[in-house]
Antibody
Framework: EVQLVQSGAEVKKPGESLKISCKGS????????IGWVRQMPGKGLEWMGI????????RYSPSFQGQVTISADKSISTAYLQWSSLKASDTAMYYC??????????WGQGTLVTVSS | EIVLTQSPGTLSLSPGERATLSCRAS???????LAWYQQKPGQAPRLLIY???SRATGIPDRFSGSGSGTDFTLTISRLEPEDFAVYYC??????????FGPGTKVDIK
């Protein structure tokens, strides 16, 4: 069974750094792209970027380029999304999702990030 | 950059009724690259339709997708209580590669 299990909710202060994770299981982790999607409170879905764990090829949405870093450790089948300096506007639910071509067929349960002073 | 517009923003219907959701793209989208998702409160999105008209694994046949070019439609033939949710269309193409529409909420009338 394909599963993506994300790390738990985080509460951070503005300016702090953060790295959240997404662990894949039940499939060949290095053979599928993993994307990250933001959902701000009460809002829609926004694609942030995507990584191919097999060779760490990474693509970013222009809206998120330079704002976050996506990485992966294929030895432990885990993808990451990180911030170096959080802002209050980063408060959102973040989902990882496995891409098969043009679609996201499997999703993690989401990680809620709250940034507040 | 392709922009997706969904209408209506909210659709108020009763169980058993037919729901017709629209997704319009600012430029032509390959039918192979248009997907639909369902999201219920507190849950992650779920893939319903890909390639504009192919149902994902385990999706009931009351869900169907159609369209081409810039106009796509998700139809729910007879609404079940569990179908009241938010629906998003999504396209894949050139940068930014993946774009989601703003969503249509289907709520109980």
């Amino acid at each position: 069974e394909v599963q993506l299990v994300q790390s738990g909710a985080e509460v951070k202060k503005p300016g702090e750094s953060l790295k959240i994770s997404c662990k894949g299981s039940g499939y060949s982790f290095t053979s599928y792209w993993i994307g990250w999607v933001r959902q701000m409170p009460g809002k829609g879905l926004e694609w942030m970027g995507i990584i191919y764990p097999g060779d760490s090829d990474t693509r970013y949405s222009p809206s998120f380029q330079g704002q976050v870093t996506i990485s992966a450790d294929k030895s432990i089948s885990t993808a990451y999304l990180q911030w170096s300096s959080l802002k209050a506007s980063d408060t959102a639910m973040y989902y990882c999702a496995r891409a098969l071509g043009e679609r996201f067929g499997y999703w993690g349960q989401g990680t809620l990030v709250t940034v507040s002073s | 950059e392709i922009v997706l517009t969904q209408s209506p923003g909210t659709l108020s219907l009763s169980p058993g009724e037919r729901a017709t959701l629209s997704c319009r793209a600012s430029q032509s989208v390959s039918s192979s690259y248009l997907a639909w998702y369902q999201q219920k409160p507190g849950q992650a999105p779920r893939l319903l339709i890909y390639g504009a008209s192919s149902r994902a694994t385990g999706i009931p046949d009351r869900f169907s997708g159609s369209g081409s070019g810039t106009d796509f439609t998700l139809t729910i033939s007879r609404l079940e209580p569990e179908d009241f949710a938010v629906y998003y269309c999504q396209q894949y193409g050139s940068s930014p590669f993946f774009t989601f529409g703003p969503g249509t909420k289907v709520d109980i009338k």
